[in-house]
């Protein structure tokens, strides 16, 4: 055996690939998932707490629906835009450090959105949320792929999509409940509070990195390098454009199923039409199963299985029952965080290095897809009805099997 010196020994040690894994079963992989979780929670909870209450602030300010949206489509535009330039910053920074900061900001923005009289004041007050929720979706990925073991990270980044589903939920049943009783300016204050909070607990969670070293004096030339690997990696470009599908076809039904709802012949309260989002509970469950599911099954069967169900579920809302366009937003959150689970962990896996400008890129084509169509839907509905959004949504989903089926066979030859 040959013996280091004391330098080379101290590098080794120092170096991410020396350092332990969090193993499935400890008890810091656990506290790891909680934080995470919270951290989901909040950043969901903050940004689609508006989505329930978009027909209020048509009302209150005297706006169309497709102008409502922007409440959310240029906070989610915004947040890409964030994405992309944390996933490159947060090389050099600690992850730790920079997710903290971005769930205070926005949760004090969320605040102070409540107080808005203006709806282009209210709207510069949600952009600047989205940048500064920035922070946490693609460092929150980098930190899962780098300190997870490759066992246990499927399960740990399911985990962390369900908690993003317990924020969507939440922030849309109690905003849109709350919106009801005391008005809309209390629900959104309420969804502040509840951010803080949820910043707390993710800070005294959170265990210190084992695996990341930050890389200080990174120029142009490594990021572009960087940027130019993850579009020559096999597979990598095509999940980027997953996400796109996903999150817009999620957002887009989710968005314009409020106006349908309230109008005749159901002519529901917001109370009522907040209960549906209860059905983000299945993302609950549906996220950490797909996560196993894939690990044990193979990604792209569960991918194509996760977007089949979302062409179902759009189906099943063009019937009139209330009961079948219920069943239908089932079908569609469950296709949806069963795929989102699978492709989002997938990156982590395919991308060799600098995995939070890999994720970065993955939630830019994300959170675009839920801007750009999120916003399109509206003059679809304007145009179509319902009908037009179900079909805006549903050829999006069948561009997303086929990507998925190139996937699938990348992976059955070993290239992804």
């Known amino acids: 055996m040959t013996v280091s010196s004391g330098a080379d020994s101290n590098t080794a040690a120092s170096s991410p690939s020396s350092q332990t894994w969090l193993e499935r079963g400890s008890r810091a992989y656990w506290h790891a998932c909680l934080a995470l979780l919270f951290a989901g929670y909040a950043t969901f909870s903050l940004l689609y707490c508006v989505q329930p209450i978009l ?16 409440s959310l489509s240029l906070t989610t535009a915004a947040l890409a ?3 992309f330039v944390a996933g490159f910053v947060s090389e050099g920074w600690s992850r730790r450090t920079m997710m903290t900061a971005s769930l205070s900001v926005s949760s004090l923005l969320t605040l102070a959105t409540a107080f808005v009289p203006h709806w282009h004041q209210l709207l510069v007050l949600r952009t ?43 922030g849309r049943v109690i905003a849109g409940v709350l919106a009801d009783l005391f008005g809309w300016r209390v629900a959104v204050g309420v969804i502040g509070v509840h951010g803080i909070g949820s910043m707390l607990a993710f800070r005294a969670l959170l265990p210190p990195s084992r695996r990341f070293v930050p890389k200080k004096g990174l120029g142009f030339a490594h990021h572009r390098a960087a940027l130019l690997s993850h579009f020559a990696r096999p ?19 989710y968005n314009y199923i409020g106006y ?15 209960v549906i989002f209860i059905v983000y509970l299945t993302g609950v469950i549906a996220s950490p199963w797909s996560g196993r599911m894939a690990d044990t099954f193979g990604r792209g069967r569960v991918l194509i299985a996760g ?19 219920a069943a239908g937003i089932c079908c569609l959150t469950i296709g949806f965080f069963t795929g989102h689970s699978v492709a989002s962990g997938w990156v982590g896996r395919l991308a060799r290095e600098a995995k939070g400008q890999a994720a970065a890129l993955y939630l830019l084509a994300y959170y675009l897809g839920s801007s750009i169509m999120g916003s399109l839907g509206g003059h679809f509905w304007v145009v179509g009805g319902w009908g037009g959004v179900a079909a805006l949504v549903g050829a999006l989903l069948i561009a ?3 990507l998925a089926a190139t996937l699938r066979a990348k992976e059955r030859a070993g290239a992804a």
């Open 81 to 83: 835009i964030a994405i």
């Open 128 to 170: 600047l949320q989205g940048l500064a929720l920035g922070g946490v979706p693609a460092v929150a990925m980098a930190w899962l792929a780098e300190e997870m073991h490759p066992d246990g990270l499927g399960l740990a980044m399911g985990l962390y999509v369900g908690g993003t589903a317990i924020g969507g939920m939440s």
């Open 235 to 253: 597979g990598l470009a095509a999940l980027f454009a997953m996400g796109f599908v996903l999150m817009g076809s999620f957002v887009t039904l």
């Open 400 to 402: 997303g099997l086929a």
């Open 55 to 70: 027909p209020a602030f048509s009302q209150a300010f005297g706006v169309s629906p497709a102008q409502s949206s922007l």
């Open 307 to 325: 977007l089949a169900t979302m062409l179902a579920g759009v189906v099943l809302t063009l019937f009139p029952s209330l009961g079948m366009i």
């Open 260 to 274: 349908r709802l309230i109008a005749p012949p159901y002519n529901m309260s917001q109370s009522a039409i907040s």
